[in-house]
């Protein structure tokens, strides 16, 4: 292959991985923001999307629709709020009674990651099973081909980002998180928010968010139950490299990470790459705790 | 530390006006109590040990490796309140260090022991330097961060390391020149309990003397403590390279006696492992560890006669834990008896 198509290819496949990714991260990052805590389950949560669209979209073919689009729509209206209904659980139940303190709270997070894991690994098995894209589509120049259904990805991804800038800038929903966000206290005492339902509504939220982006990824890459582990350290990778809390950063960090991780793999093993994620993560902790692009924090 | 909320003073502090001699007299006859109760720990144990069937032999010395381990982690995290999420990378160091030594240079066991044990404290100093210049949350994900730089340049050396899969060290039947034979179990359990009664003392010595006292000072107040003139980087960083020390022990030891070295005791989950066990003992309880990892080694043990989703068990314990009993085991006991002697 020339040098041209490759280049191509290795920025649309990076892409694709910075939307998926900045779907999930965002998630995360909502999380920490509103709540100040740190969701070691959110890869669990984006597994949890990916099985149940498996679930949604053979139960579709088992009623006699052979539609793939079908059961595709089916599982990215009905698998998110499926995830989000188990973190809802999860909020009611454990982290509410923890008050959110930050330490408590990434302790019962491990807990949840095993059980929902372990539970999953018995309903489900661990066979990695795949969905079948919705439409299948080749985009075929005489130069270059890829799949239409990874260009249809990027862009639904982008325009779910918009939106949720757009609902956290122009609504009241918006404004409500944010206020949260900034002083919990202040929100609860003047503007008499109910803060304990903006906190289940964002944590819910999250967990959805993650979903949406395992949906997308699952024709992709099939449903597996450890299939959250990697998109939960990289998510961490890109909250704390574009700021913890910091929506902007988490998007350019998403587009930096998910583009050069494709010409990273070209110079290093996969494994090293990893190696030096990890421990640029660190080191950004440690001597530039605010993110390579947040600012300092409040 | 909020995990665990902290036990109620230790006894009157030194200095203290009233009650004068005849607190300091009750709280001398209370050391008493306390330490003949943790030497008596190790002795009941050496003393059971005949009385068990075989298999639960075997894991009696499992059992003190890792709760070797366990009392490590305990230093840092019951007594000075850090929450690290990376102690696998001590425990492994100490069994690759160890491991590595015998099998492909050959070094005498002692030896390759020691070498483990200083393998994790250099890292364990190294990575506590950079770590405690952050705290809370942060603190946990550059400690787990390491920890997996770590694990994954095990999988990534795999030419020396054997990946995942990891090498079998060979029997060892010679050490330091005088016979010891590895291949014999009581010869393994009593190595394994003289590894955890030397690191028991130790914990207890430390925990008792200005050094706990300055630990337990930390977790509940930095500040306080920097206003004493005391420097808390310090006894964090002393903290932390001890149990990085007892962890890396643990690991050597465990390459030694069981013969396996393997990528898996470096995963995260081991980190958690050692949380879970001094969780579930008590944290701040020098025989907390013990016990947490007793209990959940045969907890553990039979679930995974049932299922191969143990691990589902170790979620819902964790979760149980923070919501239902913060203090574990011990620490319930002695806050709700006040067993005062109970450290």
Same mark, same amino acid.
């Given at each position: 292959?020339?040098?041209?198509?490759?280049?191509?290819?290795?920025?649309?496949?990076?892409?694709?991985?910075?939307?998926?990714?900045?779907?999930?991260?965002?998630?995360?990052?909502l999380v920490?923001?509103?709540?100040?805590?740190?969701?070691?389950?959110?890869?669990?949560f984006?597994?949890?999307?990916?099985?149940?669209?498996?679930?949604?979209?053979?139960?579709?073919?088992?009623?006699?629709?052979?539609?793939?689009?079908?059961?595709?729509?089916?599982?990215?209206?009905?698998?998110?709020p499926?995830?989000?209904?188990?973190?809802?659980a999860?909020e009611?139940?454990?982290?509410?009674?923890?008050?959110? =303190?930050?330490?408590?709270?990434?302790?019962?997070?491990?807990?949840?990651?095993?059980?929902?894991?372990q539970?999953?690994?018995?309903?489900?098995?661990?066979?990695?099973?795949?969905?079948?894209?919705?439409?299948?589509?080749?985009?075929?120049?005489y130069?270059?081909?890829?799949?239409?259904?990874?260009?249809?990805?990027?862009?639904?991804?982008?325009?779910l980002?918009?939106?949720?800038?757009?609902?956290?800038?122009?609504?009241?929903?918006?404004?409500?998180?944010?206020?949260?966000?900034?002083?919990?206290?202040?929100a609860?005492?003047?503007?008499?928010?109910?803060?304990r339902?903006?906190?289940?509504?964002?944590?819910?939220?999250?967990a959805?968010?993650?979903?949406?982006?395992?949906?997308?990824?699952v024709?992709?890459?099939?449903?597996?139950?450890?299939?959250?582990?990697?998109?939960?350290?990289?998510?961490?990778?890109?909250?704390?490299?574009?700021?913890?809390?910091?929506?902007?950063?988490?998007?350019?960090?998403?587009?930096?990470?998910?583009?050069?991780?494709?010409?990273?793999?070209?110079?290093?093993?996969?494994?090293?790459?990893?190696?030096?994620?990890?421990?640029?993560?660190?080191l950004v902790?440690?001597f530039?705790p605010?993110g390579?692009?947040?600012?300092?924090? =409040? | 530390?909020?995990?665990?909320?902290s036990?109620?003073?230790?006894?009157?502090?030194?200095?203290?006006?009233?009650?004068?001699?005849?607190?300091?007299?009750?709280?001398?006859?209370?050391?008493?109590?306390?330490?003949?109760?943790?030497?008596?720990?190790?002795?009941?144990?050496?003393?059971?040990?005949?009385?068990?069937?075989?298999?639960?032999q075997?894991?009696?010395?499992?059992?003190?490796?890792?709760?070797?381990?366990?009392?490590g982690?305990?230093?840092?995290?019951?007594?000075?309140?850090?929450?690290?999420?990376?102690?696998?990378l001590?425990?492994g160091?100490?069994? $690759?260090?160890?491991?590595?030594?015998?099998?492909?240079?050959?070094?005498?066991?002692v030896?390759?022991?020691?070498?483990?044990?200083?393998?994790?404290?250099?890292?364990?100093a190294?990575?506590?330097?950079?770590?405690?210049?952050?705290?809370?949350?942060?603190?946990?994900?550059?400690?787990?961060?390491?920890?997996?730089?770590?694990?994954?340049?095990?999988?990534?050396?795999?030419?020396?390391?054997?990946?995942?899969?990891?090498?079998?060290?060979?029997?060892?039947?010679?050490?330091?020149?005088?016979?010891?034979?590895?291949?014999?179990?009581?010869?393994?359990?009593?190595?394994?309990?003289?590894?955890?009664?030397?690191?028991?003392?130790?914990?207890?010595?430390?925990? =008792?003397?200005?050094?706990?006292r300055?630990?337990?000072?930390?977790?509940?107040?930095?500040?306080?403590?920097?206003?004493?003139?005391?420097?808390?980087?310090?006894?964090?960083?002393?903290?932390?390279?001890?149990?990085?020390?007892?962890?890396g022990?643990?690991?050597?030891?465990?390459?030694?006696?069981f013969?396996?070295?393997?990528a898996?005791?470096?995963?995260?989950? $081991?980190?958690?492992l050692?949380?879970l066990?001094?969780?579930?003992?008590g944290?701040?309880?020098?025989?907390?560890?013990?016990?947490?990892?007793?209990?959940?080694?045969?907890?553990?043990?039979?679930?995974s006669?049932?299922?191969?989703a143990?691990?589902f068990?170790?979620?819902?314990?964790?979760?149980?834990l923070?919501?239902?009993?913060?203090?574990?085991?011990?620490?319930?006991?002695?806050?709700? $008896?006040?067993? =005062?002697w109970?450290?």
């Amino acid at each position: 292959m020339e040098f041209g198509p490759y280049l191509l290819l290795a920025t649309l496949e990076g892409l694709l991985m910075a939307a998926v990714l900045a779907l999930t991260a965002l998630g995360l990052s909502l999380v920490f923001g509103v709540l100040r805590i740190v969701n070691v389950a959110h890869g669990e949560f984006y597994m949890l999307g990916a099985v149940s669209a498996w679930w949604i979209a053979s139960l579709v073919a088992e009623i006699g629709i052979s539609s793939p689009a079908v059961a595709f729509v089916a599982a990215l209206l009905l698998a998110p709020p499926l995830a989000g209904a188990v973190a809802f659980a999860a909020e009611r139940l454990i982290l509410r009674r923890l008050d959110y =303190r930050p330490e408590p709270t990434i302790v019962a997070t491990i807990g949840l990651l095993y059980m929902i894991q372990q539970g999953v690994l018995t309903l489900y098995g661990p066979d990695a099973r795949p969905v079948r894209a919705p439409f299948d589509l080749r985009l075929d120049l005489y130069w270059f081909g890829w799949s239409g259904y990874k260009l249809a990805v990027i862009v639904f991804a982008a325009v779910l980002l918009l939106v949720a800038r757009w609902v956290l800038v122009n609504t009241r929903a918006g404004l409500v998180m944010r206020a949260t966000e900034i002083d919990t206290e202040m929100a609860r005492a003047v503007g008499g928010i109910d803060t304990r339902r903006v906190y289940a509504a964002v944590f819910t939220l999250g967990a959805m968010l993650a979903a949406v982006a395992a949906v997308l990824i699952v024709p992709i890459q099939q449903a597996h139950y450890l299939m959250g582990l990697d998109p939960l350290l990289l998510s961490f990778v890109v909250v704390i490299v574009g700021g913890l809390g910091s929506l902007r950063g988490t998007l350019v960090a998403a587009l930096l990470i998910g583009l050069s991780d494709g010409i990273v793999s070209v110079f290093f093993a996969p494994t090293l790459a990893k190696i030096l994620a990890t421990l640029l993560v660190a080191l950004v902790l440690i001597f530039r705790p605010q993110g390579l692009f947040g600012e300092r924090s =409040r | 530390m909020r995990t665990v909320p902290s036990p109620p003073e230790k006894g009157p502090l030194p200095g203290g006006r009233s009650g004068g001699d005849d607190s300091a007299s009750r709280r001398r006859g209370g050391e008493l109590v306390g330490f003949s109760l943790h030497a008596a720990v190790p002795l009941a144990i050496a003393l059971l040990y005949p009385l068990l069937p075989d298999y639960h032999q075997g894991n009696a010395a499992r059992i003190l490796v890792l709760a070797t381990y366990a009392t490590g982690y305990n230093l840092l995290f019951g007594y000075t309140g850090l929450l690290s999420l990376g102690h696998a990378l001590y425990l492994g160091a100490g069994l $690759y260090g160890a491991g590595l030594a015998v099998t492909s240079f050959g070094l005498d066991p002692v030896l390759a022991w020691l070498l483990g044990v200083l393998l994790a404290g250099t890292l364990a100093a190294l990575v506590g330097a950079l770590a405690l210049r952050t705290t809370g949350v942060a603190f946990m994900i550059v400690t787990m961060m390491f920890a997996q730089a770590g694990y994954l340049s095990i999988l990534h050396w795999n030419r020396y390391t054997g990946g995942d899969e990891g090498f079998v060290v060979p029997t060892v039947r010679r050490a330091a020149g005088v016979a010891l034979d590895l291949g014999s179990g009581d010869v393994r359990f009593a190595l394994a309990l003289a590894l955890y009664s030397c690191c028991l003392g130790i914990a207890w010595a430390l925990v =008792r003397g200005d050094t706990g006292r300055v630990w337990l000072a930390l977790r509940d107040s930095e500040e306080r403590l920097e206003l004493l003139g005391h420097d808390p980087f310090r006894h964090k960083l002393l903290a932390f390279v001890l149990s990085g020390l007892m962890a890396g022990a643990a690991g050597a030891a465990y390459a030694l006696l069981f013969g396996y070295v393997g990528a898996s005791f470096a995963t995260i989950q $081991y980190s958690i492992l050692a949380l879970l066990w001094v969780l579930v003992g008590g944290a701040a309880t020098v025989l907390g560890p013990l016990l947490g990892t007793a209990l959940m080694f045969y907890l553990v043990d039979i679930v995974s006669g049932y299922t191969t989703a143990w691990l589902f068990v170790v979620g819902a314990v964790l979760v149980a834990l923070v919501l239902l009993a913060p203090r574990g085991l011990l620490g319930t006991l002695q806050h709700r $008896y006040r067993w =005062r002697w109970l450290p």
